[in-house]
């Protein structure tokens, strides 16, 4: 049922898409952003490309819950993270609203689940089911992300329901940098550390880590195999149908993703990381911008290519 729900609604989303430039009303757009680095890449490559259409996009940075709640309102426009199947309870509860449209599918290859230091794992701690004989070395703690997020909500769950023997745990929220933070102050100190881990990601080069199996029943196979999808609420594909056939064709890549996040990490403006790439890779711009034209109806590829100076 929710494949079939995402299918139709992507249908839906395309069919409106027709390339036509938007009323000036479509001018101002509005992004959610969880303050996730990946999301803060996606949001800074699409701000690029939508401002040198003549948009003006408005990133706003809101929690999961929040961000959702907003596009349900009709408060945001588009978000670029719908991490699935880690986000369904949120997808099912706009589903049931009749309160989104699914524009894309914007990544493959991504995980998402629990991880330790290699060094960690080489100690016998492979599985989810390793974690309880080990409770000293991890001070019975599991290291999350912000306090709102699915993820997080998937570790609660697995806690109060004592699955793998993690019943006396506790999660520790805090924001992304936060937690990568004490990853590397554990990893310095040689102490052992669990913690939410994901691909794209460019923790998965600052740190030697090891995916946790057997968290298939909170974070889906694969080791939390996901896919990640670009929603826009409804009728906004209907509305501005230019900027919506612009998402409908906007995919990203792991190494992609990578490269923007690292810079972001090293300090850079997502924009400022977005424009040096599109300069290192001007054709990942073409199937963004095929039928796509600026806010007043010019083609879209040559404006684009001209602001950024190719």
């Not at 019943?167 to 992304?176: A, Q």
């Not at 409908?248 to 190494?255: D, H, R, V, Y």
Request: charged fraction near 20%; charge should be negative; hydrophobic fraction near 45%.
């Amino acid at each position: 049922m929710m494949k079939h729900a995402f299918l139709t609604a992507f249908a839906l989303a395309a069919s409106t898409a027709t390339g036509h430039a938007d009323d000036a009303a479509c001018k101002s757009l509005r992004l959610s952003d969880p303050s996730w680095t990946d999301i803060n890449a996606t949001n800074g490559a699409a701000s690029v490309v939508l401002e040198a259409l003549g948009y003006a996009p408005d990133v706003k940075l809101l929690s999961v819950p929040i961000g959702y709640q907003s596009m349900k309102s009709g408060e945001i426009d588009v978000f670029l993270g719908n991490w699935m199947p880690a986000q369904t309870a949120f997808i099912d509860d706009l589903n049931a609203a009749n309160a989104i449209e699914v524009l894309n599918k914007n990544l493959t290859g991504a995980k998402f689940t629990l991880a330790v230091p290699k060094a960690v794992a080489e100690k016998g701690i492979k599985d989810f089911a390793d974690l309880a004989s080990h409770a000293d070395e991890f001070g019975k703690k599991i290291y999350g992300i912000e306090p709102g997020a699915p993820a997080n909500a998937n570790i609660q769950k697995m806690i109060e329901a004592n699955d793998f023997g993690l019943g006396e745990w506790e999660l520790v929220e805090s924001g992304e940098q936060a937690m990568l933070a004490q990853v590397a102050r554990n990893e310095g100190a040689g102490k052992g550390i669990v913690f939410l881990a994901w691909a794209p990601h460019p923790m998965n080069e600052q740190f030697d880590i090891a995916y946790l199996s057997g968290g298939d029943a909170y974070f889906g196979p694969d080791f939390g195999g996901a896919e990640v999808f670009t929603l826009a609420r409804k009728g906004w594909s209907e509305t501005c149908p230019n900027a919506a056939k612009l998402f409908s064709q906007m995919t990203f890549n792991i190494e992609m993703e990578n490269q923007l996040m690292g810079k972001i990490l090293d300090g850079a403006d997502p924009k400022d990381a977005a424009t040096e790439w599109f300069k290192a890779n001007p054709a990942a711009l073409t199937p963004w911008l095929a039928g796509v034209t600026t806010l007043d109806g010019q083609p879209g590829e040559p404006a684009v290519k001209a602001a950024l100076g190719l």
